[in-house]
């Protein structure tokens, strides 16, 4: 595993759950942007929200140990990334992802996992879904401990009841 | 503007940009020259976001299923000609026509994608045939414009979307994220911007957008129209300096309705209804925004007036934003030109007239009229008329129907200019060339009308007149809140009310956007809305199947449980063609358009062997 302190790009994706409309665009941009492979889902929370669900790139990351195959990889940049020709679509790695974000993906008879579109990101983009938001929920941000007061992201959810739409 | 390799979104009229990428990095889409699609966070209202539909704009394109070449059908069996063979195919027939029964036996519709240029040229063309019937084919566009004008209100416009941004009070009529999902962002940046910032949704059923509504106006379904006559009484009453001049007109008409009685009509607090008024007159900046998606309210065309109206009256900026991506410019056209109803039929109309034979030849345009109007109407005139011409991009229901079709170019594949929900026009430029032997509409009709005398226009003194002030519209409204006092008394038992939610498919795509792969993933198939007591009572669950029954048609459906559904009511998305079947066909006589009403329907529940 690479130097954490090495890697190129330390941001992630994140989600403020007060901004999310369901729309199901960053679902759409990741679909359109990895050619029909869809590695980002949006997730129903309890059959009463759509919010999108992607790839945390953990810094330990229980997919790759997971995976018996070895298809799973900490790249230079940290990403958790997936060899497609390593891939044999066992799904080890959907069972033991803790957030439940590698989906089955029937079509390819491989398991789909975000690569927070290291094609844009390393030319200085940003990836598609944070790109595509209709409504700035989702954001790519650095990850670094913040002197101030905790942010506290969805920390609103409560006022925004997503409990009461059920 | 639009620089090369910049296209606009097709979807709706809120005229998001995006970029054409060529040659990717990607590992997944390795070859080098192959076009990619790109956020464009530097122009258009959308800064870099795209919806669901968005995101498949480039697949439009690059489609398998392209129309290629032009197509002649003849006793049933098609076969490819060349474009001089078919051009000169529609030239005879258009030709044998006028001279049997006049130019006014022929009828142009247009799609709400043509440029505001192919929108002139089929004017030309019109006025070369001597036909007065040309009008916009966008039913649930076409009645939102058709009562905005009939209303005569002039509120001011949104014209950029950062002022929606810097907004402290919103009213939002229509389920707007649903229709313009790229509206959240400014929204929701109003709204977030301080926490005392009203953004107020008005409707029956909790959509997407009513959400978000602090506060959420819940009003009885098919009551829209009462609603906002409510808010506008209170609006009218609480006077002040501003009030338009059709201030005194619109008071004299509904001092006829106390409040208490819009209240039971509406079915919305007064209290609400006060505050929200308060807050959009108090300013500094407060908006109202229609979107032309109003989970299938009756009189689309008196919600859409009475809104721009309350607009006027509390100073509020008004924006509408329609399914058709150049639907204002277009009608605003031919409104000015004397056409769209003035003299002629308007479309529906026009299908009327066509299936009773008064009209002999439909020329259609980048729309497909059967998917997108409710009930058999259009396919009726398809069949009945003797010359039907649909140019379109990928096969559709109405290209199936028709004699000749033509294959025309998307956005991102000509050039022209359009005017959005903002009202500025954007220009467009050709980023790809058409494939095969694909056209632009504006060669198709400048193709069509080469050999036609040129026609000036009618005299400004032949058009009737604009009504000046909204006396008309406010005698309709009366007849409406009467009606519907009467059908609330009449409901039959046993029998729900249909209300056709928004779904983010588009009718003017109809057939095609269930074509593209997205669309296909997201929304893979239309769902039945049931409250929990009423699902109870069917005994069924979520993912059952219910057999539809409206007194035009059937369908059957899978079952979505909502628990948010008012007593009595169940909804269906709209833009699937099933759905749409069980919709009425009735044209609102007053506004000439369609008015999308919602029916009463029975269910029955699907036994196990039923389902196929």
Redesign the interface.
């Known amino acids: 595993m690479p130097d954490p302190s090495a890697r190129a790009v330390t941001r992630r994706i994140v989600l403020d759950l ?2 999310c ?5 960053c ?3 990741c ?8 590695n980002l889902v949006p997730g129903a929370v309890a ?1 009463v929200a759509v919010l999108p669900v992607h790839c945390r790139h953990c810094e330990q990351p229980a997919c790759a140990a997971a995976c018996p195959r070895g298809a799973l990889y900490q790249d230079a940049f940290g990403f958790v990334r997936r060899s497609e020709l390593l891939c044999v679509g066992c799904h080890t790695c959907s069972i033991a992802c803790p957030f439940g974000v590698i989906p089955d993906e029937l079509k390819r008879h491989v398991a789909p996992k975000c ?1 927070l ?3 844009r990101v390393v ?1 200085g983009g940003i990836p ?1 879904c944070v ?6 929920a989702l954001s790519f941000v650095e990850l670094q401990v913040s002197a101030g007061a905790p942010e506290y992201v969805g920390g609103r959810i409560q006022s ?1 009841a997503i409990v009461r ?2 | 503007m639009t620089s090369p390799g910049r296209s606009i979104c097709p979807f709706c009229s809120m005229g998001c940009t995006w970029r054409l990428a060529r040659g990717s990095s990607s590992p997944y889409l390795g070859e080098p020259g192959v076009a990619t699609l790109d956020y464009d966070a530097e122009g258009g209202p959308n800064r870099g976001s795209l919806c669901a539909k968005g995101n498949v704009a480039l697949e439009l394109m690059t489609h398998p299923r392209r129309l290629e070449e032009p197509l002649v059908r003849e006793a049933g069996r098609a076969r490819t000609v060349g474009w001089d063979e078919a051009l000169a195919y529609v030239a005879r027939g258009l030709e044998g026509l006028r001279a049997a029964h006049g130019g006014g036996a022929i009828g142009l519709l247009l799609g709400p994608h043509l440029t505001d240029e192919e929108a002139a040229a089929a004017v030309r063309l019109a006025r070369g045939i001597g036909t007065p019937h040309v009008d916009l084919c966008e039913p649930e566009d076409h009645a939102v414009l058709s009562g905005i004008e009939f209303a005569a209100a002039r509120p001011a416009r949104v014209e950029r979307v950062e002022q929606i941004d810097a907004m402290n009070a919103l009213l939002v009529v229509g389920d707007l994220l649903t229709l313009a999902p790229c509206m959240a962002k400014p929204v929701l940046n109003a709204r977030y911007r301080d926490r005392r910032h009203l953004l107020a949704v008005l409707s029956p059923t909790r959509t997407r957008t009513a959400w978000f509504g602090r506060p959420a106006l819940r009003c009885d379904p098919n009551a829209e129209a009462a609603a906002l006559a409510l808010m506008l009484a209170l609006a009218l009453d609480a006077g002040g300096s501003a009030v338009p001049a059709w201030g005194e007109d619109a008071r004299r008409a509904l001092s006829a309705w106390t409040v208490t009685e819009l209240e039971r009509r509406s079915g919305l607090a007064v209290e609400r209804a006060t505050a929200v008024v308060a807050a959009l007159r108090a300013g500094p900046s407060a908006g109202v925004l229609l979107a032309s998606e109003f989970g299938g309210t009756a009189r689309m065309d008196l919600v859409a007036g009475l809104a721009a109206l309350l607009a006027e009256a509390v100073g509020a900026r008004f924006l509408a934003l329609l399914e058709g991506a150049n639907s204002g410019g277009i009608r605003d056209l031919l409104l000015a030109e004397g056409f769209a109803g003035s003299a002629g039929h308007t479309t529906p109309e026009l299908l009327e007239a066509a299936v009773t034979g008064d009209v002999k030849a439909l020329l259609v345009f980048g729309a497909d009229p059967v998917a997108a109007f409710p009930g058999t109407i259009a396919s009726q005139a398809m069949r009945t008329a003797s010359l039907t011409v649909v140019t379109a991009h990928l096969p559709g229901v109405s290209a199936e129907a028709a004699h000749v079709v033509l294959p025309a170019a998307v956005f991102g594949e000509k050039a022209g200019t359009i005017r959005g929900a903002f009202g500025s026009p954007v220009l467009l430029a050709p980023a790809m060339a058409p494939p095969g032997r694909a056209r632009p509409d504006l060669t198709i009709l400048e193709a069509l009308g080469a050999g036609l005398p040129e026609r000036s226009a009618p005299a400004a003194a032949d058009r009737p007149a604009r009504t000046g002030a909204a006396r008309g519209f406010l005698a309709e409204l009366d007849l409406f809140l009467h009606a519907q006092g009467r059908e609330a008394a009449a409901r039959e038992p046993g029998t729900h009310l249909l209300l056709a939610e928004a779904s983010a498919t588009n009718a003017a795509e109809g057939s095609l956007t269930g074509q593209l792969s997205w669309a296909r993933y997201a929304y893979p198939e239309p769902l039945l809305g049931l409250s929990t007591a009423h699902a109870a009572a069917l005994g069924v669950r979520a993912g059952d199947r219910v057999r539809v029954r409206s007194n035009w048609g059937q369908t059957d459906l899978r079952v979505r449980v909502d628990a948010g559904l008012p007593e009595g009511v169940v909804t269906a998305p709209h833009r699937d063609p099933a759905v749409r079947a069980l919709l009425r066909w009735r044209r609102e006589p007053t506004v000439r358009s369609l008015d999308l009403r919602p029916d009463r329907v029975s269910l029955e529940r699907l036994a196990e062997d039923d389902r196929a």
């Not at chain 1, 409309?21 to 665009?25: F, L, P, S, V």
């Open positions: 007060d901004r409309t369901g729309c199901r665009a679902g759409a941009a679909h359109v942007g990895h050619n029909d492979q869809t059959d690569d579109c290291v094609d030319a598609r790109a595509t938001c209709t409504s700035g925004r739409r059920a």
